[in-house]
């Protein structure tokens, strides 16, 4: 399917691996010029060459999306190399370390706000000014299935991710009658480098083989098709979601997560 969005210009940030990188190349692969943003400059120029073999323009700026001259880089460059941003990708975010609720001080929920939900409201209202002038562009924010069935050992980051979804609605709800959609992607349990990595040291502290842990879980929290997701599939539905096709999908949150939330409060 053709997403009609060649040489649209697209953000994406927490580019440089999983669902991040696999979005670049999917969308590389419609033609959309990219900016990448991660923190991490070895891993961005790994992506920005994997973009580049699928025929796309990119440019990467290297930075932590809680510093507010990471966002304006990110839109300069944009604005610098191929005139303004159409579509933006906020999927930069990540935890506060997995501890219990009573163990959980100030500065983690603070962290993962910030991480999470201002780094995504800074960024989103510096593209907003070309989107609503053009009266079209696409935000799409990388959330969690946590946003919508919190578990324990991750308040702050299911907070943040719930908050997610709520500044989604708000999108929509303000800017889609100019053309400008918003949605939300949850992901569940996705096979993404931190996940990997996470299997990884679990399996060398317990002695128990990826195969065995993994299985393990799936008994815990069943997913009904009964494995882990790819980046590639969670990055197809991102795609989508930035396209022509999706002019009339806002506001909305779509999860990709194989079927482990069975109902949505």
């Not at 001259?69 to 930069?92: P, S």
């Amino acid at each position: 399917m053709d997403l009609g969005i060649a040489e649209r210009v697209a953000v994406v940030t927490g580019a440089s691996r999983g669902i991040g990188r696999a979005t670049a190349e999917a969308l590389a692969t419609e033609g959309v010029r990219l900016v990448l943003g991660a923190r991490r400059a070895q891993g961005l120029d790994l992506a920005a060459l994997a973009v580049r073999a699928r025929g796309a323009e990119v440019a990467t700026v290297a930075g932590d999306v809680t510093d507010p001259a990471t966002a304006a880089a990110l839109v300069a460059a944009a604005e610098r190399e191929f005139g303004g941003v159409d579509i933006l990708v906020n999927n930069a975010g990540g935890d506060s370390g997995r501890l219990p609720f009573d163990e959980l001080d100030d500065a983690a929920w603070e962290h993962a706000y910030r991480l999470n939900v201002v780094s995504a409201v800074r960024l989103t209202r510096a593209v907003l000014p070309h989107m609503r002038d053009q009266h079209w562009g696409r935000v799409v924010t990388v959330s969690s299935y946590t946003g919508r069935v919190p578990e324990p050992f991750c308040g702050p980051y299911a907070a943040a991710k719930a908050a997610q979804i709520n500044l989604t609605r708000t999108l929509s709800r303000s800017y889609g009658s100019e053309g400008v959609v918003a949605n939300c992607v949850l992901p569940g349990l996705t096979e993404s480098d931190g996940v990997v990595e996470g299997f990884a040291a679990a399996s060398a502290a317990s002695g128990r083989d990826h195969a065995d842990l993994l299985a393990a879980m799936l008994r815990r929290a069943p997913i009904d098709v009964g494995r882990m997701g790819t980046p590639a599939e969670v990055a197809a539905t991102i795609a989508f979601l930035c396209s022509e096709q999706a002019a009339w999908i806002s506001g909305t949150s779509v999860s990709v997560d194989g079927g482990t939330v069975r109902s949505a409060p």
